[in-house]
């Protein structure tokens, strides 16, 4: 859909509904407004995806944050049976909440920083593979879900990890 360049979803909403966004060094900002990336997927190595106060749902889709970063400052991201790919980039939680349904996190060699947000891992995964995650403040339910922390390393300063009936490895 673009190179390097805007794509600014202020209040409004984009379908990637089997489709594909390539942000490769690109922005999207979806302040306020929804991304809906179902069966699509949306690739943003070395991008940035702000979604203040916005929605992104992945079901059933893919979305690559390879060197990229994603700010999920006060909004919701639902990764419903879909894939978030963090390869040494970042994702930013900060009072938002990741609802990740049967999906599954890649955080390889990337950072996943929950300040004040919750994750929900409910029949999901997170491989947190020589990668960070901190919950500092904020929440994390493992609920039937699996958390591999090959490598990595969890920080749970002041926040909270419920892993009801779910696995961290």
Request: charged share 50%; proline share 0%.
């Amino acid at each position: 859909m673009m190179g390097v360049g805007l794509i600014d979803d202020d209040g409004g909403r984009i379908d990637d509904d089997g489709g594909r966004i390539d942000d490769g060094g690109g922005r999207i900002d979806d302040g306020g407004g929804r991304i809906d990336d179902g069966g699509g997927r949306i690739d943003h190595g070395g991008g940035r995806i702000d979604d203040d106060g916005g929605r992104t749902d992945d079901d059933g889709g893919r979305i690559d944050d390879d060197g990229g970063r994603t700010d999920d400052d006060g909004s919701w991201t639902d990764d419903d049976g879909g894939r978030t790919d963090d390869d040494g980039g970042r994702i930013d939680d900060d009072g938002g909440w990741t609802d990740e349904y049967e999906g599954r996190i890649d955080d390889d060699g990337g950072w996943t920083d929950e300040y004040e947000g919750r994750i929900d891992d409910d029949g999901g995964r997170i491989d947190d593979d020589e990668g960070r995650i901190d919950d500092d403040g904020g929440r994390i339910d493992d609920d039937g879900g699996r958390i591999d922390d090959d490598g990595g390393r969890i920080c749970d300063d002041g926040g909270s990890t419920d892993d009801d009936g779910g696995r961290i490895d």
